[in-house]
């Protein structure tokens, strides 16, 4: 079945420590994207690709780099994580990039806890 | 600053009507989503409005009011299922997606 795949699904993690979640996609789609869901808050964007070899900076990119080798996998790493990185985090991908107006697909989540 | 707001929650009964409300301020407009998320789940799409009206899909239709920045989202026949957190989102001048926090809709028999 066609679609996004996150991993893990869950996690704790000790502070300090680095930590990368997966995202994989095999709809061949040109922009993929890494969101954090918190309690109350919307969706924030945390990095983004609009194509392979190219990535950019969303609203809360700071403890976070991504990269972008090919079209299907756009992986997510922590450095050092910290206790306000617990989460859950998204990743979705749309055909489309930020100029357009496209719909997004989700993976599953990543529930990661810092402790 | 930019802002989408949506109530936290509403319960509404089976096979009612329910209507989940959301305004919005943002630099710009290039469009407004509506999108479905189960507890646990990923969001998934519901609609698209970049026009002033109504769109209809099914039990689903959402509405748009630009120059009120104001959308609705309209559930009929509500089922169990429906029972689901739905998340309003803007598109800005810069396209960037600016997302609400969600309304928690619980459906009682």
């Known amino acids: 079945i066609a679609g996004i795949t996150q991993a893990p699904t869950s996690q704790i993690l000790a502070a300090g420590r680095r930590m990368t979640l997966r995202c994989t996609q095999d709809?061949?789609?040109?922009?993929m994207y890494w969101y954090r869901q918190d309690l109350g808050l919307g969706l924030r964007l945390i990095h983004y690709?609009?194509?392979?070899?190219?990535?950019g900076k969303g609203e809360v990119p700071d403890g976070y780099s991504v990269s972008r080798a090919n079209t299907d996998d756009f992986p997510l790493t922590l450095a050092s994580a910290v206790p306000s990185q617990t989460s859950v985090y998204f990743c979705?991908?749309?055909?489309?990039?930020?100029?357009?107006?496209?719909?997004?697909?989700f993976g599953e989540g990543s529930r990661l806890t810092v402790l | 600053g930019q802002n989408i707001d949506q109530p936290t929650e509403m319960t509404a009964t089976e096979g009612a009507i329910v209507q989940i409300n959301c305004t919005y301020q943002?630099?710009?407009?290039?469009?407004l989503f509506w999108y479905q998320q189960h507890a646990g789940e990923a969001p998934t799409f519901l609609s698209y409005?970049?026009l002033d009206g109504l769109e209809e899909k099914g039990r689903f239709s959402s509405f748009l009011s630009r120059s009120k920045g104001y959308s609705y989202l309209l559930l009929k026949e509500l089922q169990m299922k429906d029972s689901a957190s739905y998340l309003c989102?803007?598109?800005?001048?810069?396209?960037?997606?600016?997302w609400g926090a969600g309304t928690k809709l619980i459906i009682k028999p």
């Open positions: 979705a991908s749309s055909e489309e990039g930020l100029a357009e107006t496209g719909e997004l697909f």
């Open positions: 709809m061949r789609h040109n922009a």
């Open positions: 690709s609009n194509t392979a070899g190219t990535t």
């Open positions: 943002t630099s710009g407009f290039n469009g």
């Open positions: 409005n970049v």
């Open positions: 989102a803007v598109t800005d001048s810069n396209y960037q997606l600016i």
